[in-house]
């Protein structure tokens, strides 16, 4: 069964400091993967979409992430995390359905 | 701007009083999804319509209900909520169901109506 796994629960950064969230997913075939990002209290917005081609995608607020197939993941990262970056941002794989990871939650310091 | 609008935000209802959520699209997009997240959870499919065609996710209680008169507005009914269904509940949109590179089926969301039962 297709499945997203994103082993953080809770990740606390300094502001200015460099974030990975890591993503891995299960999917026998080429997967459809996404980044969502959710405030507190608000819907979903995408980061950032994986279908094809170069495996290293660019997404909105200066966010990339890289598909590795050989080790089925899809991780985010940022350069510099800034405090407005705190958040829940969820993994999710697109097979005949969305499947969300559980999620991870950002917190920034400053 | 084209978006996603869920009413009402915030939502109190008491146990077993029937309650409806609404969402309404300007992307004129063919797919509308219902996704029930609890505190701290992924957000969960409850199910979706394609066009006119409803779609129920095979766990879904046969508590929640929903409708679809037109290509904007899509209804959830919980007939008889219950404490565990205190949730956030999320609309989300998507031109069509697959679409690869063409990101037709890239999903956009609502800001959600948070359910609490009392």
């Known amino acids: 069964a297709q499945s997203v796994t994103q082993p953080d629960i809770h990740i606390t950064v300094s502001e200015g400091a460099s974030l990975e969230l890591r993503c891995n997913y299960s999917?026998?075939?080429?997967?459809?993967l996404f980044w969502y990002v959710q405030s507190p209290g608000q819907g979903l917005q995408l980061l950032l979409k994986?279908?094809?081609?170069?495996?290293l995608v660019q997404g909105i607020k200066g966010f990339e992430a890289e598909f590795k197939r050989s080790q089925s993941s899809f991780n985010l990262r940022k350069p510099s995390v800034h405090w407005s970056d705190a958040a829940e941002y969820f993994c999710?794989?697109?097979?005949?359905?969305?499947?969300f990871g559980a999620g991870t939650r950002l917190a920034v310091h400053p | 701007d084209a978006m996603v609008i869920q009413n009402p935000r915030y939502q109190v209802t008491q146990f077993g009083k029937p309650v409806t959520l609404s969402c309404s699209q300007t992307l004129n997009h063919n797919v509308m999804y219902w996704y029930q997240q609890k505190s701290s959870q992924a957000p969960k499919l409850l199910f979706h319509?394609?066009?006119?065609?409803?779609?129920n996710e095979a766990d879904t209680p046969d508590n929640f209900q929903s409708r679809r008169p037109n290509t904007s507005f899509c209804f959830l009914d919980i007939r008889s909520p219950g404490l565990g269904d205190a949730a956030m509940y999320l609309c989300?949109?998507?031109?069509?169901?697959?679409?690869?590179?063409?990101?037709?089926?890239?999903?956009?969301f609502g800001a959600g109506s948070r359910l609490t039962v009392l």
């Open positions: 994986y279908f094809s081609g170069d495996t």
């Open positions: 999710a794989v697109d097979t005949d359905k969305l499947i």
């Open positions: 319509y394609y066009d006119k065609d409803f779609n």
């Open positions: 989300a949109t998507s031109r069509d169901l697959t679409g690869g590179a063409s990101g037709a089926n890239v999903l956009t």
């Open positions: 999917y026998g075939a080429t997967p459809y």
